[in-house]
């Protein structure tokens, strides 16, 4: 019995991701236009850090933020290609996407309830669109819901690596858009309301003190270099 429900929902999610995949894949047959003048200037920005240059890469605007160009960067071919890099690398980010929502979603409802929300992220033209884009975004929703699975999973059993994690990943998130420095401020107070609310305290105060000092200096160390160079 156990293994024909373990078999539906493969089977569930594998017709869910064909359909997801099919979607993208023929929007981004269709030759999608860039969509706007910050799709121009994070290819400009890949292709510098493509370069290896130390000159030109600390020429870069010092405001705009490197960690979606980078991973442009290492997935561009050849200079010439460098949208097709960028719209990999989108691509990829929402192929993870699809997985995280999984594993959030499997928390709270059932493998069908979890494939329906699943099918509206594939159907929706914005999202599809969003999903081969030259743009931010999407690698920011998908750090960000990274993020807050492995937040769910700190809350209930942390411990000092996932703390690390979950400040790299965060961290990430700023490096990505600079609005992820509210992250900085939002993951210590979350975690200090379920430490308070939950009443299940597996742990004493200056334990959750601890994790969230390590989540925090992980996230200001990361981030240091992109806060110099301003």
């Known amino acids: 019995m156990h293994s024909q429900a373990v078999n539906y929902r493969i089977i569930l999610y594998l017709v869910v991701l064909t359909l997801f995949l099919f979607f993208r894949l023929g929007t981004w047959s269709n030759d999608p236009l860039l969509e706007d003048h910050d799709s121009v200037s994070l290819m400009k920005q890949a292709l510098t850090y493509r370069s290896l240059d130390p000159a030109k890469i600390s020429q870069l605007d010092a405001s705009k933020t490197p960690f979606y160009p980078a991973i442009v960067a290492l997935l561009t071919p050849s ?3 460098v949208e097709t890099g960028a719209r990999v ?3 990829l980010f929402s192929i993870v996407l699809f997985f995280i929502f999984i594993h959030i979603g499997e928390r709270y409802t059932s493998p069908t309830g ?3 929300g699943l099918l509206f992220l594939s159907f929706s033209p914005e ?11 999407p690698s920011y929703i998908t750090t960000v819901y990274l993020g807050l699975a492995l937040f769910l999973s700190l809350c209930n059993s942390p411990t000092l690596t996932k703390s690390i994690i979950l400040g790299i990943v965060f961290g990430c998130a700023f490096l990505n858009r600079l609005e992820g420095i509210l992250f900085l401020v939002f993951v210590p107070n979350a975690y200090l309301t379920h430490y308070l609310v939950s009443g299940k305290h597996q742990f004493n105060f200056n334990t959750y ?6 989540f925090v200096v992980t996230f200001v160390l ?6 110099a160079s301003v």
């Open 79 to 81: 200079p010439e290609r």
């Open 114 to 116: 979890v494939a329906a």
């Open 209 to 214: 003190l601890k994790y969230c000092t390590v």
């Open 127 to 137: 999202l599809t669109r969003l999903s081969i884009s030259v743009l931010t975004e």
């Open 222 to 227: 990361g981030i240091a270099p992109q806060i």
């Open 89 to 91: 690398t989108t691509f």
